[in-house]
Nanobody, 119 residues
C-alpha cells in the first residue's frame, strides 16, 4: 500500500482544514487507517483511526473527524476549531492489524503534511 497525504497548510486558531490520504495498491478497505502527528521536538502521537470503529485521542475529540471512502481508497481527517497546539506534521498510516493507537503497529506510512495553526 502506498499512501499520499495532502491538505496541510497555515490556518488561524479556530479555523478548519481537511487532510486527505489517498491509497494505492492492495484492498484499501481491509486496512485500519490512522492519522498520527509529530510536533517539533516531540514524539509522534496518535490522533485518530478508522477500522470498524473510530478512535480519537482525547485532545481532538469533538473537534476532529476521521472518515474514509473505500470506493476512492481515500481517508480524511476533518479538523475543526484548530488550536496552536495542533501544529505538527500529520502522517497517515495503514495497518492490517488491530493495535490502532500504536505507531509501531502500522506497516505503511505516507509522507507528512504540515499543519500550522497561528494564534
Amino acid at each position: 500500500v502506498q499512501l499520499q497525504a495532502c491538505g496541510g497548510g497555515l490556518v488561524q486558531a479556530g479555523g478548519s482544514l481537511r487532510l486527505s490520504c489517498a491509497a494505492s495498491g492492495r484492498t484499501f478497505n481491509s486496512y485500519t487507517v490512522a492519522w498520527f502527528r509529530q510536533a517539533p521536538g516531540k514524539e509522534r502521537e496518535f490522533v485518530a483511526a478508522h477500522s470498524i470503529n473510530t478512535y480519537y485521542t482525547d485532545s481532538v475529540k469533538g473537534r476532529f473527524t476521521i472518515s474514509r471512502d473505500n470506493a476512492k481508497s481515500t481517508a480524511y481527517l476533518q479538523m475543526n476549531s484548530l488550536k496552536p497546539e495542533d501544529t505538527a506534521v500529520y502522517y497517515c498510516a495503514a495497518s492490517i492489524g488491530g493495535m490502532v493507537r500504536m505507531a509501531w503497529a502500522y506497516e505503511y506510512w505516507g509522507q507528512g503534511t504540515l499543519v500550522t495553526v497561528s494564534s
